[in-house]
Nanobody, 125 residues
Framework: QVQLVDSGGGSVQAGGSLRLSCWAS??????MAWFRQAPGREREGVAR????????DYSDSVKGRFAISQDNDYYTASLQMNSLKPEDTAMYYC????????????????????WGRGTQVTVSS
């Protein structure tokens, strides 16, 4: 079982930055990702990183503003969020999986096995 601890959320004004961190313990994941969920909306994937290659993918809504990275130990995934917008307001969740095969888009929550508890990000205009 992979256990995830995510942190780093907070409140910022539009245009500001935040950095989220996720620590994994247990079996080394093959992929880690960040998802977000706003009230009344489905959970959506915003960034994914392959471990240990470091290959990344982003949703169109955050491309060019967010950057996901891993530490050298391959058990930590961080999300640097720049140029934040009010529409980025959501609960952000770290996710991980230990399998390499996919049965659907990586941005679908049902493709991921393990989840952190979430950290709130609020962006005011």
């Amino acid at each position: 079982q992979v256990q995830l601890v995510d942190s780093g959320g907070g409140s910022v004004q539009a245009g500001g930055s935040l950095r989220l961190s996720c620590w994994a313990s247990g079996p080394r994941p093959t992929y880690m990702a960040w998802f977000r969920q706003a009230p009344g909306r489905e959970r959506e994937g915003v960034a994914r990183i392959a471990i240990p290659s470091g290959d990344t993918d982003y949703s169109d809504s955050v491309k060019g503003r967010f950057a996901i990275s891993q530490d050298n130990d391959y058990y930590t995934a961080s999300l640097q969020m720049n140029s934040l917008k009010p529409e980025d307001t959501a609960m952000y969740y770290c996710a991980a999986r230990v399998y390499t095969g996919w049965r659907g888009p990586w941005s679908n929550a049902d493709q991921w096995n393990y989840w952190g508890r979430g950290t709130q990000v609020t962006v005011s205009s």
